[in-house]
Nanobody
Framework: HVQLVESGGDSVQAGGSLRLSCAAS????????MGWFRQAPGKEREGVAT???????NYAESVKGRFTISRDNSKNTVYLQMNNLKLEDTAMYYC?????????????????WGQGTQVTVS
């Protein structure tokens, strides 16, 4: 049974920073692609950042240069460091796992999802 548990969401002023964490259970975690997605009210869920099993990261254009995704396989945890937050970053942020080493941007390709953590920028 795989569980993803996010934490770190909060309310922050524009220009501020937050670090989201996602703790994963499951012995195959190190072989999986991990991704962060977000969904704002009235909008579709969108991919924010992904990191494959070798640590290669990809980012949505809207967050490039501001967000950094990383993974600590010793802790089965993936992080999203968010700097210079903007109003448009306000959303529920979800951690997701894809049961392959490589990543995609399609949320339907991810088998496991966390419950979400709210980020509000004002």
């Amino acid at each position: 049974h795989v569980q993803l548990v996010e934490s770190g969401g909060d309310s922050v002023q524009a220009g501020g920073s937050l670090r989201l964490s996602c703790a994963a259970s499951g012995r195959n975690y190190v072989k999986w692609c991990m991704g962060w997605f977000r969904q704002a009210p009235g909008k579709e869920r969108e991919g924010v950042a992904t990191v494959d099993s070798t640590g290669n990261a990809n980012y949505a254009e809207s967050v490039k240069g501001r967000f950094t995704i990383s993974r600590d396989n010793s802790k089965n945890t993936v992080y999203l460091q968010m700097n210079n937050l903007k109003l448009e970053d306000t959303a529920m942020y979800y951690c997701a796992a894809r049961r392959t080493p490589s990543c995609t941007w399609g949320d339907r390709d991810y088998a496991y999802w966390g419950q979400g953590t709210q980020v509000t920028v004002s």
